[in-house]
Nanobody, 121 residues
Framework: VQLQAYGGGLVQAGGFLRLSCAGTGRIFSSAVVGWFRQAPGKEREFVAAIRWGSGVRYYADSVRGRFTISRSSAENTAYLQMDSLNSEDAAIYYC???????????????WGQGTQVTVSS
């Protein structure tokens, strides 16, 4: 499967964005799709993940309650709804797929290109 992330942009603090991660090729029900982000000068960090088959969701503490991950099997696409954005959410966001859930990059074998999220104050 190949992944393509899109939907980033410029948003004011307190605003919202929805990112999409479209897969070309079947995403198997056993897969886990995750979102990571990387801000300038910082390491890439886990944001959220979803088990493709069951829909079980996982979140980093920093986004829980503000971000929602979801998926559409029919569209072969995962989504990240981001609400109440603040300056600390500004980063390049990446989606990735793997066969096991994890919060580290090594758990995911397929990566999409990043999409930039900029938050203005």
């Amino acid at each position: 499967v190949q992944l393509q992330a899109y939907g980033g942009g410029l948003v004011q603090a307190g605003g919202f964005l929805r990112l999409s991660c479209a897969g070309t090729g079947r995403i198997f029900s056993s897969a886990v799709v995750g979102w990571f982000r990387q801000a300038p000068g910082k390491e890439r960090e886990f944001v959220a993940a979803i088990r493709w088959g069951s829909g079980v969701r996982y979140y980093a503490d920093s986004v829980r309650g503000r971000f929602t991950i979801s998926r559409s099997s029919a569209e072969n696409t995962a989504y990240l709804q981001m609400d109440s954005l603040n300056s600390e959410d500004a980063a390049i966001y990446y989606c990735a797929a793997g066969s096991e859930y994890g919060t580290t990059e090594s758990a995911y074998k397929k990566w999409g290109q990043g999409t930039q999220v900029t938050v203005s104050s």
